[in-house]
């Protein structure tokens, strides 16, 4: 059977084929932080890994990028774990609320100058722009 999403049709076997090496990295990822006792979580040292792999120009399974596109487009569904599982410590929440806020409120401000100045950083540094664009200091 053929699935059709983004224009890009697959069959299960090449979905999954491009989901078994995603998770591949996962698991290579969860390896290497519990055999070296990195203070990391194991996903995000296997992001960097597959980050790495790509970078190379190392060989890719045919369908990665159209699996990887069908996950991206339905991102909003791995929040809902997230959602239970904040209801389920709703006591917690109440305790600890105005802490968390705080916390969320001043990282995303701090993530932002950070990635408007990285931004400037490098607009500078390689001279490029989007198209139709100036710098102004």
Do not use: C
């Not at 931004?119 to 139709?132: H, Y």
């Amino acid at each position: 059977r053929i699935y059709e999403y983004h224009g890009s049709e697959q069959t299960m076997t090449e979905i999954l084929k491009a989901l078994t090496f995603l998770l591949g990295f996962q698991l290579l990822g969860t390896a290497t932080v519990m055999g070296m006792a990195l203070p990391i979580p194991g996903p995000v040292a296997g992001l960097l890994f597959l980050i790495g792999w790509l970078g190379m120009n190392a060989p890719r399974p045919k369908f990665l990028k159209e699996t990887a596109q069908g996950l991206i487009a339905h991102l909003s569904l791995l929040f809902v774990p997230a959602a239970v599982g904040i209801i389920q410590h709703l006591d917690r929440l109440a305790l600890e609320g105005k802490i968390l806020l705080t916390a969320v409120v001043v990282s995303t401000i701090l993530a932002l100058i950070v990635g408007a100045l990285t931004f400037v950083v490098m607009v500078r540094l390689t001279g490029a722009l989007p198209e139709g664009e100036e710098l102004r200091s």
